[in-house]
């Protein structure tokens, strides 16, 4: 797991935002902006969304696809590679780094939490930390993965898991917490 990093020295007030007014009316506009152009749209509008996530500084790699009715916090800290799915639903709380390799599914209602906060320090200060998802992975419907976690390539997490610690690449994993249950089949073919 990564190290999470404090967003606000531990001094912070408690009714102190860890965000700048600039930060807090560009995630505004972004929210009405995904209402009101993308929310609506049919599958078959994935540039559309594709393109509004570009002009709000998502980084995409090729062609990913993003479900209409998927939720994006902050979209400059999505990273997309190429055939990647972001489903139905599915949250990606980017309040900090969020990457999800080529042909990596995140499936409905996931929970992507990249922020969380310090419960050592009274005032409760924002940490974020990077997830990464690895290419070819698989994260099931309602999984919930905590922030600084890495999901190997190839790895599937069954429905309805809480991903506490870093997922090895080529395993089934799932429960609460997440554990490895055994080594993922190869695809026919693979070498």
Not at 68 to 90: E, F, Y
Not at 142 to 156: N, Y
Not at 171 to 190: E, Q
Request: with cysteine.
């Amino acid at each position: 797991m990564r190290e999470k990093q404090a967003v606000k020295p531990d001094q912070v007030r408690a009714d102190e935002s860890p965000w700048s007014l600039e930060n807090r009316l560009m995630r505004l506009l972004w929210e009405f902006s995904w209402a009101v152009f993308c929310v609506w749209t049919p599958k078959p509008l994935n540039q559309w969304r594709l393109f509004w996530l570009r002009v709000f500084g998502a980084t995409i790699h090729g062609t990913p696809f993003v479900h209409q009715r998927a939720r994006i916090s902050i979209p400059w800290n999505l990273t997309m590679h190429d055939k990647a799915l972001l489903g139905d639903r599915a949250n990606a709380n980017t309040l900090g780094e969020i990457e999800i390799g080529a042909r990596a599914i995140v499936a409905q209602e996931t929970y992507l939490s990249s922020g969380s906060h310090d419960f050592d320090v009274p005032a409760l200060p924002l940490v974020v930390a990077k997830i990464t998802i690895g290419e070819d992975a698989f994260v099931g419907a309602r999984t919930f993965v905590m922030p600084g976690i890495s999901i190997g390539k190839r790895a599937l997490i069954g429905a309805c898991s809480v991903v506490t610690h870093d997922i090895e690449d080529n395993v089934v994993a799932a429960g609460n917490p997440c554990r490895v249950l055994r080594p993922r089949s190869p695809w026919p073919g693979a070498a």
